[in-house]
């Protein structure tokens, strides 16, 4: 759901995804995580590590629009796997979406590419 840049959504597995008055909110903890998991992601939110990559991703989408996560991970420095999970946040907050499969530069496979949606929309 989208309200003009504010998102607000909820996750059987996830609870709230991001607070409902900025999509820069953490991102919440698998209520089957182990503590130190759940501890690890807090203190990257409040590091504010976690947001400096899905600002890096988004920058990245803008300027090379059609690529893939492995693709992004290496344009932003991004660790493959990190780069997936935030870019799964900025999906689920309405930023980006799937935009199809090519074929990854990095895998060899064909893989999910992504685009910025269409502000005007």
Not at 33 to 44: L, T
Not at 62 to 77: I, N, Q
Not at 83 to 93: F, H, I, S
């Amino acid at each position: 759901m989208m309200s003009g840049n504010l998102y607000t959504g909820y996750s059987q597995s996830y609870g709230p995804l991001f607070d409902q008055r900025d999509y820069r909110a953490k991102l919440m903890a698998h209520r089957d995580d182990p503590q130190s998991s759940k501890d690890c992601a807090a203190k990257a939110a409040r590091s504010g590590i976690t947001q400096r990559r899905r600002d890096a991703l988004l920058k990245a989408i803008k300027g090379h629009p059609g690529l893939t996560s492995a693709e992004y991970s290496r344009v932003t420095d991004i660790d493959k796997h990190e780069a997936r999970r935030r870019l799964t946040d900025l999906k689920n907050a309405g930023l980006i979406y799937r935009a199809g499969r090519k074929a990854c530069s990095v895998s060899g496979g064909r893989d999910v590419s992504w685009r910025v949606v269409d502000e005007e929309l």
